[in-house]
């Protein structure tokens, strides 16, 4: 166990230093050979080691590396349970399928060995952060994960736009990891540790109070809400998009936006003795996944569309965490990891095809062009629309089960989801229109064409788990709650209903993705409706957000610094400094005369003071 595990983690690091020093050398398609080869050695590894846990008999184990941070009660180990085991299957699973298809996407490009190297950074990074069995370790590949996706979002950083894009995320997330870092300060505090046996045992054994409980989990849910972009820390995700597509799929399926949910379903323990805490989580998840879900709906850029649809599902897996359906919100982090994946290199297809257009309205028509891409994206769009049996509508439908079961002003929530789904399925269904149908409305001498078997083989293995990966936990047959349960056995799990209202929900479900199609369709049939007017100016810039941000924080922070270097610093600092040398240049001016070079004004200097002494001492009736 010890080396199989380790080497999950090595083999993509040893890739990425391999490419990193040789891989201009190696060259294409040879560096993206092994990049791959390593990220799908690794995968091969997990399912033989998740096996036992499949068959129902095996513990969770960990694994030490070598002693770290003693102060801080915690070494560098790894842990393997169930929860663990999940995430490592998908990130690489999932990023295998990335890495193939990127040998074709990236065919050409003078940067190839390199972005193979950070692509195998990536993963690497993903890999320490959910192995982790400490907050300590957990923070390193939290770390690493905004560092690779800096390097990937400014990829071609000759561009200003995708420089800036990076520089964006990578501040962005800074902010929400002050949040992360402030909760390991709390936790470690309170129980003298880092470690996550000693810091969830302690929570069990009531060793923390509710309100340092609810301090911890609303500073974590800080952090979570930069890593995986909700409210308010959201505003970098979309700008990700300036990144080649295939690091667009990988940082929205498999790697960086899924690390908050991952973090908060970790930490299940702390969020319990929060319940406001946990119920903030999900109100964040409910609003974010309507808020961007509305943005969707008017941008033009098809990456765009699914940068603010990954921002709206990512809400719905915060609904369930935040809701204690930590099993549901997993459940849609894995299917929302194979039908995102699908949808990004698909559309990756499409701009392919279209010689770098991502434009919709100059699309249509495609769905002939591209048989392969239009089929496989077809099945990402029913299965996020939330239409049975397709992957999405198990997961979905099973948060909004438990938001409901709860009853109250959670039924609200519910409520917020369900709207959610209805845009959901409407600017889906406007995507796919303006791409794959109507008349064509290319710009002149571009020339659609089918993406080579490299990247439409990736595409038709995600349609297939797109089809199947909701049926390993159903209403039916759980199999993926009772995969989950020892995972989260020391915490109470709120459970979806069942009976007659859990159908009733479903069905209600179902009948909002539905219209949502069918309202697109009726839209979009015959002709690209004019998208244009104020309201649809707001939803396309994203409800002026970026501006707000850019003049209250960007500009405040520049007008902030000039202050500094100009007011404070000039007149300030420097005139200090420049009073001191000021004050002891005219202090020299006034001394400069008692040196005069004469013996005799020294001689008379003496007879003075002598002089001066000599009546001192008579006035005190000395002599």
């Known amino acids: 166990m010890d080396l199989s595990l380790s080497l999950i983690i090595f083999l993509p690091m040893g890739g990425m230093l391999l490419l990193f020093g040789f891989g201009k050398r190696i060259g294409e398609p040879g560096a993206g050979i092994v990049a791959t080869l390593a990220v799908v050695g690794s995968f091969l590894i997990a399912v033989v080691l998740a096996f036992d846990f499949i068959n129902g008999d095996g513990p969770a184990e960990t694994v030490r590396w070598f002693e770290w941070l003693p102060a801080f009660g915690v070494e560098a180990e790894l842990r393997w349970d169930q929860l663990s085991a999940l995430m490592t299957l998908v990130v690489t699973g999932v990023g295998s399928l990335i890495h193939l298809y990127s040998i074709g996407y990236m065919r050409g490009d003078p940067g190839f ?47 200003p736009i995708a420089a800036a894009a990076g520089k964006k995320a990578f501040i962005v997330n800074r902010v929400g990891d002050v949040g992360f870092i402030l909760a390991l300060m709390l936790i470690f505090s309170v129980f003298g540790s880092l470690g996550f046996d000693t810091v969830f045992e302690g929570a069990h054994r009531g060793e923390l109070t509710v309100t340092m409980a609810t301090a911890i989990a609303l500073l974590l849910l800080v952090g979570a809400a930069g890593k995986s972009a909700q409210l308010p820390l959201y505003v970098w995700l979309p700008d990700a998009m300036e ?46 996944a309507l808020f961007a879900a509305t943005i969707a709906i008017a941008q033009r850029d098809i990456k765009r569309v699914l940068a603010y649809s990954t921002i709206s599902q990512l809400g719905y897996m915060f609904m369930g965490v935040g809701a204690a359906a930590y099993t549901a919100g997993v459940f849609h982090l894995m299917t929302h990891a194979f039908f995102k994946a699908l949808l990004f290199l698909g559309a990756g297809s499409v701009i392919h095809g279209m010689s770098g257009e991502q434009d919709m309205h100059k699309m249509g028509g495609l769905a002939r062009k591209m048989p392969v891409t239009f089929a496989t994206m077809a099945i990402a769009w029913l299965a996020i629309s939330g239409i049975p049996p397709f992957a999405g509508f198990w997961s979905k439908d099973e948060i909004l089960g438990v938001v409901f079961e709860r009853g109250g002003l959670w039924q609200v929530l519910w409520g917020v989801g369900l709207v959610t789904a209805l845009l959901t399925a409407f600017y889906m269904t406007r995507m796919m229109w303006l791409t794959f149908f109507g008349e064509p409305r290319w710009d002149d001498g571009v020339e659609p064409h089918e993406s080579p078997r490299l990247m439409t083989v990736p595409l038709v293995v995600l349609a297939g788990l797109s089809v199947v990966g909701g049926l ?20 109470h799990l709120a459970h979806a209903p069942d009976g007659s209202l859990a159908w009733i929900l479903a069905a209600v479900s179902v009948a909002a993705g539905i219209i949502g199609i069918g309202a697109a369709i009726l839209r979009y049939r015959s002709r690209v409706p004019v998208e244009d007017g104020l309201g649809w100016r707001l939803l396309g810039n994203g409800y002026y957000i970026d501006d707000v941000y850019a003049g209250v924080f960007a500009g405040g922070g520049k007008l902030g610094a000039d202050w500094l270097a100009f007011r404070f610093d000039v007149r300030g600092i420097d005139g200090a400094v420049e009073g001191i040398g000021s004050l002891t240049r005219k202090a020299g001016g006034w001394l400069r005369p008692l040196q005069t070079g004469f013996v005799r004004s020294y001689g008379l200097a003496i007879i003075a003071g002598a002089v001066g002494l000599l009546a001192w001492f008579l006035s005190r009736g000395g002599i």
Not at 131 to 151: I, K, R
Not at 248 to 274: C, D, K, N, P, Q
Not at 472 to 491: Q, R
């Open 113 to 159: 060995g390199r972005f193979f190297s950070y692509l195998n950074l990536f993963i690497t990074s993903m890999l320490i952060l959910v192995l982790a069995n400490n907050f300590a370790l957990l923070f390193v590949g939290w770390e690493l994960v905004g560092l690779s996706s800096y390097l990937l979002i400014s990829f071609w950083f000759e561009r």
């Open 243 to 288: 990144g080649p597509t295939p690091v667009s799929a990988l940082i929205h399926a498999a790697t960086m936006v899924t690390a908050g949910v991952y973090m908060v379903a970790r930490t299940g323990a702390i969020f319990e003795l929060a319940p406001i805490a946990a119920a903030t989580v999900a109100v964040v998840g409910g609003a974010t």
């Open 472 to 491: 390993v936990n159903t209403p039916f047959k759980a199999t993926l709650e009772h995969f989950l349960d020892p995972v989260f056995e020391a915490v």
